[in-house]
């Protein structure tokens, strides 16, 4: 049962550490901790995506900054209080942790699959040039009850047909996981900056759980 919840939720990643690792929380005397890794595009631009690891992955105490490093994992999610009301807080969750002298070209550094649940209406929208965007929330369930809740957003073809589902639709989805920088007002001449984290979707499919076995 616990093999096939997790197979709904893969992450594969490859970069560099550029952060040290930071205490997260602990249970049972186990301690998890939060290092970031710059992730490469195609494009110029890179993605920064926060890492959770267990103390037991590696030693935490050393410094790898700069090093390269392969993870595979799980996208999980959490809320967090802050400023009256819950933040959605997004990392890779870490299952294996490998060191690697080099990441080849040809190599797909950033892979991501869900299979969920429809959670809250689409929001399809345009932007002023017309390109056409639908943002999604994915419902993952995890083994024991939980569920971790995915932002994705859909761009063009796949925009247009994400905006045809309906809460409770079962989805997979392929895609990477992407950071993006906004702006936050806080107060009336203030302005802070935030990282947004968010799958950004390749290709989605309606499951229909009738054909399932």
Not at 127 to 150: C, F, H, M, Q, W
Not at 181 to 205: F, G, N, P, T, W
Request: charged content about 30%; proline content about 2%; glycine content about 6%.
């Amino acid at each position: 049962m616990t093999d096939k919840v997790i197979e709904n939720n893969q992450v594969t990643i490859m970069g560099e550490i550029v952060s040290d690792f930071v205490f997260s929380h602990e249970i049972f005397g186990e301690g998890f901790y939060m290092v970031d890794v710059r992730v490469d595009r195609l494009s110029d631009s890179t993605d920064i995506i926060p890492v959770m690891a267990s103390e037991r992955l590696l030693d935490v105490t050393e410094d790898y900054m700069g090093m390269k490093i392969s993870i595979t994992g799980q996208f999980r999610s959490y809320n967090r209080h802050e400023e009256k009301k819950n933040k959605l807080v997004l990392s890779v969750f870490a299952r294996e942790i490998e060191f690697v002298d080099d990441i080849e070209e040809s190599v797909k550094t950033n892979q991501i699959f869900l299979d969920g649940f429809i959670c809250k209406e689409p929001i399809y929208r345009k932007t002023p040039l017309g390109r056409e965007i639908a943002d999604l929330l994915l419902a993952v369930n995890r083994p024991y009850g939980k569920s971790d809740y995915i932002p994705c957003i859909c761009w063009g073809r796949n925009a247009r047909f994400a905006s045809t589902f309906s809460v409770g639709s079962r989805c997979a989805i392929w895609g990477r996981i992407q950071s993006r920088e906004y702006m936050k007002k806080i107060a009336e001449d203030q302005l802070e900056r935030r990282v947004a984290y968010e799958v950004s979707v390749s290709k989605l499919e309606i499951i229909d759980d009738d054909e399932q076995d």
